[in-house]
């Protein structure tokens, strides 16, 4: 699946989230997904949510993970460690840059980098585990 | 803080979760909060979304942790780690089960269960860490 | 395996740290871990190493797996998390008090907490994963 | 602190694993530590055991710490999240190419990828968090 195609799935499977959330760029192994923060996903003081960092994390290893086995794999998030590190820069998007560090038979590991546009400096890092249902596994076999 | 200033205090600054997720019960370094899902929060096939189970995660500890230190405490999560280990039972509450393991002069640790609401086995796991301001340090010197 | 079990199969398959590492108590899906800290497992100032709180924590919870589905099950951990929140007690014995909390058919999931014999408050928490080989999976079917 | 001083460090503070670990090379907020596995760090089938992989990337994270704040901080890892991905090569060394991505006034956060040498894909990989105290926290003042 390419970007293209991605979106349309995030459209389709996902209407509650698309349109904040976007596919940037996909390369083997590897996604690039855009958030462009809305008044819902501030705390006071302007900053972006944890759910909301988890979420874009969680997503943005997801939707590289589906670009190689394919939307109809209902694969599931197990486990995910998170660290916030910085505040988000003020009314810029958030680009999460995630890439696949493991794609088994029944368990998919990825990790993320979260910045502000333009900024060196990482706000989240994330890594999460996805478990691969055993109808997958046999076409993936 | 007790159950009712806690929940006074989620109205208040969190106005977008309050009326989803309520305070049960409150004691020394433990909370409880109370999740009724709606639509919103769930996924295809009727499963909680894991940004929801990690807010609920997130508040729960959250509370404990001002219920001691206060409201004005402006506590950031710095990491958090969480398993994803059943489907909640369908149409049912989930309960958050939180405890302080730490309250440190920088950093609080703590941990949760997350159940659906008559069921032993749990949903969901989760620790987070928590920084406490130095303004608040110094109060609690 | 009840506790004796437990110790001969440490005995047998981890020479090199069983006499360190022993067996206080088994439960069905619960373990008691007990580490008598040597020079080897300190860091200067007293304090026992990450490593070794963290191989504590993995035996912990690794040895109330096996003790349900039997030492020939080659269970590896997949993923840990874990939070070192106190220095130990100087000359105590560590206790290792590890949960299982999910045994799948192919993830188990356990949380431990480890304390200085004879303290209330946790020297550290952990959780891990282990992935179950597909014959053991058989065997549990 | 370049390579040769972080060496010289590790020997003298950390005698038991030094000969073990050696340093590869140090780059601002980057390191590279190497370990040549022996017996005592191996699994029954040839594996290294999950604490080695563990103390490995602590101390790379570490290492990379200390070449910017000096050895004389008593920096101390707090959380640590670790996926154990594959199996290393038998016979090879492993290296662990460790990153800064945050160091604040009380906090700093790394995280660091462990491969066999000459092999693309990882063992392993961890973040970690480490609490700097106060004494070294003026001097970055």
Chains 1, 2, 3, 4 share one sequence.
Request: hydrophobic residues 50%; neutral net charge; aromatic residues 4%.
């Amino acid at each position: 699946m390419d970007a293209a195609a991605l979106g349309a799935f995030l459209a389709r499977d996902f209407p509650q989230v698309s349109g904040e959330f976007t596919v940037d760029s996909v390369a083997p192994m590897q996604a690039v997904i855009r958030l462009s923060p809305s008044d819902r996903h501030l705390r006071p003081g302007g900053t972006v949510s944890g759910p909301t960092l988890f979420a874009l994390a969680d997503l943005a290893i997801y939707l590289a993970l589906l670009a190689i086995i394919g939307p109809e794999a209902l694969a599931v998030t197990t486990n995910a460690s998170i660290d916030f590190m910085r505040k988000p820069a003020s009314g810029r998007d958030l680009l999460a840059e995630a890439r696949l560090l493991k794609l088994g038979r029944v368990l998919a590991v990825g990790d993320v980098l979260i910045r502000s546009e333009g900024e060196a400096e990482p706000v989240a890092r994330a890594a999460l585990t996805y478990s691969i249902p055993p109808a997958r596994q046999a076409g993936l076999g």
